[in-house]
């Protein structure tokens, strides 16, 4: 059985320029900051539009997206 990948709009990247790549997490006040070059983040695309989070935005993400997971293996029983 062919298992499905359903992880696809979302992946890692380290930039190789400084193009200003706002996070989404911060982007407004003292906390406002651009993803620049050599600076690993997640990435999830939404509507073909990446939407790009620092590492302490990305690590709540994950937390978030491991308990749904997580509550969708409890409901099979698995
Ligand atoms: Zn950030």
């Given at each position: 059985?062919?298992?499905?990948?359903?992880?696809?709009?979302?992946?890692?990247?380290?930039?190789?320029?400084?193009?200003e790549?706002?996070?989404?997490?911060?982007?407004?006040?003292?906390?406002?900051h651009f993803i620049?070059?050599?600076?690993?983040?997640?990435?999830?695309?939404?509507?073909?539009?990446?939407?790009?989070?620092?590492?302490?935005?990305?690590?709540?993400?994950?937390?978030?997206?491991?308990?749904?997971?997580?509550?969708?293996?409890?409901?099979?029983?698995?």
């Open positions: 059985m062919p298992t499905k990948a359903i992880l696809r709009h979302i992946r890692v990247e380290t930039p190789r320029t400084n193009h790549r706002p996070c989404a997490a911060h982007r407004k006040g003292r906390k406002a620049l070059a050599g600076d690993t983040h997640l990435v999830i695309v939404e509507d073909g539009k990446p939407i790009r989070y620092c590492p302490p935005a990305a690590a709540e993400i994950l937390d978030v997206a491991q308990e749904d997971l997580d509550k969708l293996r409890q409901q099979l029983g698995l």
